[in-house]
């Protein structure tokens, strides 16, 4: 069994991108800019964006966090949005999530130039990534086809079961592994999927992107799988000093034997989803794509 180490492919990643960027600097181009836009004070989304000022400062990007209150209204949102898509010197920016309830995510997704959009969310990149064309593709679900490209797991005619259907995670993920190049056979399960243990003990590939920590059990996996564990929930845990421990959808401790490989939580897909959005700036300071 090994232990997929998403810490350590993500640095390897990040200084790659490093170097490509000190080449930059060296013929006299500028550095990639990464800009965020943080509404409220919402614990996970600020250590989400502190992580992401950190990568870019690992990558040598220049990086800019854009604050407003949760009283910030739409329109003030939409305003910030188009003179981000209008501003020459960023490349690419995202728009932490979630919003508060007055604001209508899907509207402010829809705002963001697609050229720009390095989260991949915009229907226009979500509509290429599902035809093979190039885009930005969805931070995590790239991060876990490149773990498992890194770690020479092989996926063309596997059996790759996601379970999970959301349009961050699996839907993207499931459109990723069945293209050309990646060439698995995917099933995507969901609330109304019949005989869920049985579905999943087919898989050599298990994706858990479901949001119930533990929820994977041992006998859903069978002997040799690769299992990866995008769940990231915090639960209770009074040996800890904050009272909560960060918990995976995976029941690692049972799971894990019976695979080939399996990815931990944290230090997973975790690393992997920021260092995506670091490449997808990268690619957008090149102009590579569109």
């Known amino acids: 069994m090994t232990i997929i ?11 790659e991108i490093a170097q490509i960027v000190a080449e930059r600097l060296e013929k006299g181009l500028r550095r990639p800019h990464l800009a965020a836009i943080l509404v409220g004070h919402d614990g996970g989304s600020e250590t989400y964006v502190a992580n992401k000022v ?23 949102l939409l305003e910030i949005i188009d003179q981000l898509n209008n501003d020459d010197t960023v490349d ?14 899907q509207k402010v997704t829809e705002a963001v130039d697609f050229r720009k959009d390095v989260d991949g ?54 459109a990723l592994m069945m293209q050309k190049g990646v060439d698995a056979t995917v099933t995507v399960c969901h609330s109304a999927t019949e005989n869920l243990k049985e579905v999943c003990r087919n898989a050599d590939i298990l994706v858990a992107a479901l949001g119930r920590p533990g929820f994977v059990t041992e006998d859903m996996v069978k002997e040799g799988a690769t299992v ?3 769940g990231t929930t915090l639960v209770p845990d009074a040996t800890r000093k904050t009272g909560f421990r960060l918990s995976g959808d995976v ?21 992997m ?7 997808n700036t990268l690619k957008a300071a090149t102009g590579e794509l569109f």
């Open 54 to 76: 950190k990568a870019c400062e690992a990558c040598g990007f220049k990086s800019t966090v854009i604050r407003r209150e949760d009283t910030v209204t739409e329109a003030e």
């Open 121 to 174: 969310f915009h229907p226009i990149n979500v509509g290429r990534q599902s035809l093979g064309m190039p885009c930005f593709h969805s931070a995590t679900p790239a991060g876990i086809v490149e773990l498992l490209r890194r770690y020479n797991i092989p996926t063309r005619g596997k059996n790759c079961v996601i379970i999970g259907r959301s349009n961050i995670v699996g839907k993207p993920l499931a």
């Open 251 to 271: 029941d690692f401790a049972n799971v894990a034997p019976k695979c080939s490989f399996i990815t931990p939580v944290p230090g997973g897909v975790g690393p």
């Open 273 to 279: 989803t920021i260092c995506t959005l670091m490449q």
């Open 5 to 15: 180490d998403g810490k350590q492919t993500a640095a390897t990643i990040k200084q």
């Open 228 to 230: 990866i564990d995008v």
């Open 92 to 105: 690419g920016f995202i728009v932490q999530l979630p919003l508060p309830k007055h604001i209508n995510e």
